[in-house]
């Protein structure tokens, strides 16, 4: 079978490997389609190489067909469609103890910290599979996972039917924040400096702003009455960003972070204490947000065909890296099976 493996710093080979058979309460599934996100182009600029090292097989974002079973696995046949919901928790941890076993403390996040889906079979525990019904192809499948983080993130802030909403960052997760925020029931904006961005997110019938010419505080008073945005999430990853996203937020309103920020970043906390804001953490899912973003899928409230805008075959997979770094790039995803 052929896999991609990350080799170092920008550097992705493909190589035959040969497959191996699936232990006890494993799977193995003949894989689709790979979505490429921000941590996997992290980790393809050497940033993650404490977790990754310099050979391994990545991706999570994911769909595919069982193909064999291993040895006491019950409930799932040959055949079935599946996505993975990629963590894999210890138990006994005190964060799994008080029923967080989505953020364990010894987390193995599947595709980063142990082998991923960017291989033609790919073998992983029972447990982490979630069925796909009919009516959602392979394809769109494969956003099922970034779908889930952006129904964590909105579920996470508590947001209301009527909130209003600022989304700083109109990238794959940006953009799925916004629309998952509207299908919750909250108007939404989406603070933007890049035009071609903003205009794929207008293109999906979303109301952007650019914080290059505009002056995004003056624009959300006047937008909410004077009060300030109900709930801000912070999805650009930039420090300019984060240093003015408490300025957005009414009193005792709410900072989803969301990026992944890879140092320390200025906040500043006397608008935090000012108007009692609250500051939240939103890292990755649980699986009823997977079942949320299936039926958001499903009805067809996910616009997949704007959002996918590039497939290349796995022996090119190197090239979609390149293509993602560019940022003109929504979703890229990678199939797996027609190569």
């Not at 941890?93 to 987390?107: D, F, K």
């Not at 009527?162 to 299908?183: C, F, N, T």
């Not at 997977?290 to 409230?301: D, M």
Request: net charge negative.
């Amino acid at each position: 079978m052929l896999a991609a493996n990350y080799v170092g710093p920008r550097t992705m080979t493909v190589e035959e490997q040969q497959p191996v058979e699936p232990r006890a309460g494993e799977v193995r599934i003949a894989v689709a389609y790979v979505g490429i996100c921000g941590t996997d182009l992290h980790v393809f600029h050497g940033d993650m190489d404490g977790r990754v090292g310099k050979r391994a097989t990545i991706g999570h974002e994911m769909s595919g067909m069982i193909v064999a079973l291993g040895a006491g696995v019950e409930g799932w046949s040959v055949g079935d469609a599946v996505t993975v919901m990629p963590l894999a928790w210890d138990g006994i941890c005190p964060a799994c103890r008080a029923g967080n076993e989505h953020i364990c403390q010894n987390l193995d996040f599947i595709g980063i910290d142990s082998p991923g889906a960017l291989q033609e079979y790919w073998n992983v525990p029972a447990s982490t599979l979630v069925r796909l019904p009919p009516e959602i192809s392979l394809r769109d499948a494969a956003l099922v996972e970034p779908v889930a983080v952006a129904v964590h993130d909105v579920r996470r802030s508590e947001l209301a039917a009527g909130d209003k909403a600022v989304v700083i960052g109109a990238g794959p997760i940006g953009v799925l924040i916004a629309i998952v925020a509207a299908a919750f029931g909250a108007e939404v904006v989406i603070a933007e400096i890049d035009p071609t961005r903003r205009a794929a997110a207008e293109e999906m019938g979303l109301t952007t702003l650019d914080p290059s010419s505009v002056d995004q505080v003056a624009w959300v008073e006047e937008w909410t009455d004077g009060a300030g945005a109900d709930v801000v999430f912070e999805v650009s990853g930039s420090p300019a960003a984060v240093l003015g996203a408490t300025s957005l937020a009414k009193v005792r309103g709410t900072l989803v972070v969301v990026a992944i920020h890879s140092q320390p970043r200025p906040i500043d906390l006397q608008r935090v204490f000012w108007r009692e804001l609250r500051l939240l953490g939103a890292r990755v899912y649980q699986r009823h947000d997977f079942e949320r973003a299936i039926e958001f899928l499903a009805e067809g409230a996910i616009p997949a065909e704007k959002l996918i805008t590039g497939i290349v075959p796995l022996r090119e997979v190197e090239s979609a890296f390149g293509l993602l770094e560019t940022g003109q790039a929504m979703k890229l995803l990678v199939e797996v099976s027609a190569s």
